[in-house]
Nanobody, 121 residues
Framework: QLQLVESGGGLVQAGGSLRLSCVGS??????????MAWFRQAPGKEREFVAA????????YFADSVLGRFTIFRDNAKNTIYLQMNNLKPEDTGVYYC????????????WGQGTQVTVSS
């Protein structure tokens, strides 16, 4: 089973940058040719899509709210997905998770522990 560990979150001022990492284990990203994505959940809100990449990293897409500010890329040799976040805004605050694209659904679907991003104004 795929296991995911997110890291790189922290407290940053508005306009700042962070790079998140997500390391997968238990499966080989490149061999399975799976797309991967980042999601986030703000306090009191549903988890939402942020960005996704196909298996090679050659195709990416983003939520409108982060377009032009965030970049997603992957290193299949390291089983790692990255999210580069620039020009951060307070509304980017939340717990960030990575998972497959599309993500698993249902009450028993697997999600990692996430990494907290807090953007102060």
């Amino acid at each position: 089973q795929l296991q995911l560990v997110e890291s790189g979150g922290g407290l940053v001022q508005a306009g700042g940058s962070l790079r998140l990492s997500c390391v997968g284990s238990g499966r080989d990203f490149s061999r399975l040719s799976i797309g991967m994505a980042w999601f986030r959940q703000a306090p009191g809100k549903e988890r939402e899509f942020v960005a996704a990449t196909n298996w090679s990293g050659g195709s990416t897409y983003f939520a409108d709210s982060v377009l032009g500010r965030f970049t997603i890329f992957r290193d299949n040799a390291k089983n790692t997905i990255y999210l580069q976040m620039n020009n951060l805004k307070p509304e980017d605050t939340g717990v960030y998770y990575c998972n497959t694209d599309p993500p698993p659904t249902g009450p028993r679907s697997y999600w990692g522990q996430g990494t907290q991003v807090t953007v102060s104004s």
